[in-house]
Structures are given as C-alpha cells and as structure tokens.
C-alpha cells in the first residue's frame, strides 16, 4: 500500500502569512492527489484537486503543486477562516487510497 | 445541487451489525464512483471502501470480510453493511462522491 507522510503536523501562523504544507508519497504517484480542508464538526472539504487543480469555488489563496512522490501545499496570506486540519490524500491507480495524518492550522 | 446524506449510525456492541445508507440527490450514483470514509474521535481520516460505476468494490485491509459496500440505483442511495464490529471501528462514517461532495457524516459506537 501507498503510505502517505505529512508534515508538519500542527503550524501557528500570523494572518497574512503564507502557509506551505507538505506530503510525500512512498512511490510515485503521478499528479493523483487531493488536498482537503476540514474544520471541527464538518465534513472534509476539497480545495484541490489532480494536485494542482483548484475546485470550483476556492479561494485562489490556496494551491498546491508536485508530482510523482513531492507535494506542495500553500496558502499564500492565512486568513481566520483558514483555521482547520488539512489533509492530502492519494487516489493512484487501484485502492486502497490513503490520506496524510493531518496538519493543524492555528492562528499565532 | 449535489446532497449526500447518511443515516443508520448508532450504538452497537461488539460483533453486532450495522447497516448506513447515503441518500443521494442531484446526481446519479451509479454513474459515479462512491466511496466511504470514516473518522475515529479526535483522529484523522481512513478511506474505507469503494464502488464503482460498473460496480467493482475494493476494501481497506482493516475491514475486508467485514464490510460490504453496495447501492440501490431504484433509491439513488449508496450503503455500507458492517458486521463483526469492533471497538476500534468505532467512527463517523462519511460518504463521498467521486472524493468530491461529502455528506455530513454518521457517528457508529461500538461497545459494551
């Protein structure tokens, strides 16, 4: 199976700082990865999507970036609405999938 | 609008049986591939199944032979039966559209 290693796994930052989150798969999978958004109580949101594709309807403050094993997630200046665990997740190929444990992202 | 809502959560003591079901709205199930996710408390997330539009399923190792996942296309609704329930699947369960659209989620608690 395809392990997914996230990092860091909490962050504090200022509003208005930018914020880059990281994951690394143990083999290649290509571009197939999605990163989410989750804030307490709600269901995951997807905020990109293929790697680097931004869902409809996100804000252009996130992005993501990478392929094959090295991914890239940023959010160029945090906004208190940010507050939330973020979470990459693979779909390469057949199941099973795997997501990254999680980052937690506080306001400083 | 694309709408996911689970049911069927609730307590059940270890080695009983579960059955959720995702109602559907907006789109068809059986023309998209349909996962469930789950969530223990206070932990990260856990793909658990999926089934696709030409109907192949695939199972996460830690609920092979426990957990069939299924739908009605008459219903638009997506299920997933548990059986031989353990503590540690103890979750909320999420279903998902194509990992995209989300529903809101149903707690499962097993114990004793």
């Keep these: ?108 | 609008e694309v709408q996911l809502v689970e049911s069927g959560g609730g307590l059940v003591q270890p080695g009983g049986s579960l059955r959720l079901s995702c109602a559907a709205s907006g789109f068809t199930v059986s023309s998209n591939y349909m996962s469930w996710v789950r969530q223990a408390p206070g932990k990260g997330l856990e793909w658990v199944s999926v089934i696709y539009s030409g109907g192949s399923t695939y199972y996460a190792d830690s609920v092979k032979g426990r957990f069939t996942i299924s739908r009605d296309n008459s219903k638009n609704t997506l299920y997933l039966q548990m059986n031989s329930l353990r503590a540690e699947d103890t979750a909320v369960y999420y279903c998902a559209r194509r990992l995209r659209s989300w529903g809101q989620g149903t707690l499962v608690t097993v114990s004793s």
């Design chain 1, 1 to 108: 199976d395809i392990q997914m290693t996230q990092s860091p796994s909490s962050l504090s930052a200022s509003v208005g700082d930018r914020v880059t989150i990281t994951c690394q798969a143990s083999q290649d999978i290509s571009n197939y990865l999605n990163w989410y958004q989750q804030k307490p109580g709600k269901a995951p949101k997807l905020l990109i999507y293929d790697a680097s594709n931004l869902e409809t309807g996100v804000p252009s403050r996130f992005s993501g970036s990478g392929s094959g094993t090295d991914f890239t997630f940023t959010i160029s200046s945090l906004q208190p609405e940010d507050i939330a665990t973020y979470y990459c997740q693979q779909y390469d190929n057949l199941p099973p999938w795997t997501f990254g444990q999680g980052t937690k992202v506080e306001i400083k």
